[in-house]
Nanobody
């Protein structure tokens, strides 16, 4: 069994910053990728950023240059540093963990609201 837990969401003003955290536990051998997705009101879920076991990263175009994904000291932890936040970044953010040979696992989501 694999458990994924996110934290760090909240309310922030435009131009502000937040850092999201994600921790995976359980049978996480052969962890292949940790990623952040988001679902904005009325929209489908979209990939925001990903960190691969190779340490390569990828970002969606709307967040390039503003968001940074990084691993914690423990390889089962990943962070999403979000700077210069915009109202369009308002969404529920989900952590996704992909394990080779097992599948993908999701956290419960954390709300990020950008509003003045």
């Amino acid at each position: 069994q694999v458990h994924v837990v996110e934290s760090g969401g909240g309310l922030v003003q435009p131009g502000g910053s937040l850092r999201l955290s994600c921790a995976a536990s359980g049978s996480i051998f052969n962890l292949n990728r940790m990623a952040w997705y988001r679902r904005a009101p009325g929209k489908s879920r979209e990939l925001v950023a990903a960190l691969f076991s190779s340490e390569n990263t990828m970002y969606s175009d709307p967040v390039k240059g503003r968001f940074t994904i990084s691993a914690g000291n423990a390889k089962n932890t990943v962070y999403l540093q979000m700077n210069n936040l915009e109202p369009e970044d308002t969404a529920v953010y989900y952590c996704n963990v992909k394990i080779s040979g097992k599948g993908e696992y999701w956290g419960q989501g954390t709300q990020v609201t950008v509003s003045s």
